[in-house]
């Protein structure tokens, strides 16, 4: 609830302290574990590029000068390898930047933004920021449904925000269905494609929505260097219509992106040799540690990202909450999830082939006792 306002200190405005803050994962261990596995924030067990940490080395002694408040050239690499106009991009301080300055531009007060029952727990937080009201839809199957989407939008609502693929169940809704849910929202609603984990997707029917915002006025598109390695540095970047680049421009810092970033970002981007092992390792892992952990008796919900959600049983030996103690104690941190509407399930990162196997190894021995 609110704090009452009072005269003896500044007070923040109504509706800030009814905000739920972000937990991320943990990343420690209890003391005497001699080894960690940080399986916790869906981060790339190969690392960054070499050439990502080389050029970020470069920018050391150069440290006293702005960056590019435009980041031009990050921009141009970005373009380059995905085929895009540069203008119709703009970056930041990771995708999470973005979401937020869409709803505090395109939100006001009252207004209302959609999102899934499951979605990134940010956008709730953005939305209440802006002082409007999320407007939380149920999912079927742990997946987005785009009937009860429409179904929840009203003269009020002006944004939709679609992970896709979703954190942390790893669901994705195929592109005819994101084209179907596009072509049932009215033109002044804004639809949000929150592609951090696009990279990873190997599906004939999945887009990450270039086409889509090339072709509308109410569409953009938000991606990440994070999974692929640069989780560190905060690198975002939204392709959308000039004229949403227009309104972002005008409200972004000045110098969102620092030149560190710029620099990894450019060659990180560049180098795809390091993206497609990134993506490769995790296509093997990700079917693997799915089948191993199914073979155990734990449900796992079908991913494309470089994660996975499992669920637990539900007596209390060896619930979700017991095997993260469990875990933990022998080095593996996986994420708790109750705050997504899964209190008895655990999300891992696809690690290294040493985390992957021991996780499996140590949840086998977990199950039997």
């Known amino acids: 609830m609110n704090q009452p306002s009072d005269q003896t200190r500044p007070t923040p405005r109504a509706g800030i302290m009814d905000i739920e803050a972000y937990v991320p994962g943990k990343s420690t261990a209890p003391a005497g574990v001699a080894k960690i596995h940080k399986l916790s924030s869906n981060e790339n067990p190969l690392g ?5 940490i080389e050029a970020a080395r470069d920018v050391a002694a150069k440290l006293d000068i702005y960056p590019d408040g435009t980041a031009k050239r990050l921009r141009e690499a970005i373009a380059e390898v995905h085929g895009l106009n540069p203008a119709n991009i703009v970056c930041s301080n990771g995708s999470d930047e973005i979401l937020g300055l869409l709803a505090q531009t395109y939100l006001a007060p009252g ?3 959609v999102i899934t029952e499951h979605g990134f727990m940010v956008y709730k937080i953005y939305i209440q920021s802006a002082g409007a009201v999320p407007v939380s839809v149920k999912e079927t199957n742990e997946r987005a449904d785009v009937d009860a989407i429409l179904a929840a939008v009203t003269p009020r609502t002006r944004i939709i925000f679609l992970a896709n693929p979703n954190n942390p169940t790893g669901t994705y809704l195929p592109f005819q269905e994101v084209r179907r849910l596009h072509a049932g929202l009215p033109r002044n609603v804004l639809l949000v494609l929150d ?8 599906r004939n029917d999945y887009e990450a929505g270039v086409e889509l915002v090339a072709g509308a006025e109410n569409v953009v598109m938000t991606r990440t260097f994070s999974k692929l390695g ?3 540095a905060r690198i975002g970047w939204m392709y959308a219509p000039m004229h949403i680049i227009d309104a972002i421009n005008r409200v972004r810092g000045p110098f ?5 970033a710029i620099e990894a970002g450019i060659a990180a981007i560049r180098d795809r040799a390091h993206v497609e ?3 490769a390792h995790n296509e093997t892992w ?3 540690v799915s089948e191993e952990l199914t073979k155990l008796g734990l449900r796992v919900t079908p991913s494309v990202g470089n994660f996975v959600l499992i669920h637990f049983p539900e007596d209390q030996k060896h619930s979700a909450a017991a095997a993260d103690d469990y875990l933990s104690t022998r080095g593996y941190i996986l994420r708790r999830v109750s705050g997504y509407g899964f209190p008895n399930a655990l999300r891992m990162s696809i690690g290294t082939e040493e985390a992957n196997r021991g996780v499996v190894a140590a949840l086998t021995t977990f199950l039997k006792s």
Do not use: Q
């Not at 592609?195 to 190997?202: D, L, N, T």
């Not at 969102?256 to 560190?260: G, L, P, S």
């Open 277 to 279: 092992r990134s993506v």
């Open 286 to 288: 990700l079917r693997w």
């Open 111 to 113: 207004d209302e933004a």
């Open 256 to 260: 969102n992106v620092n030149a560190t």
């Open 230 to 232: 640069l989780g560190g």
């Open 195 to 202: 592609g951090a984990y696009a990279e990873y997707v190997r």
């Open 48 to 52: 960054p590029s070499p050439t990502a």
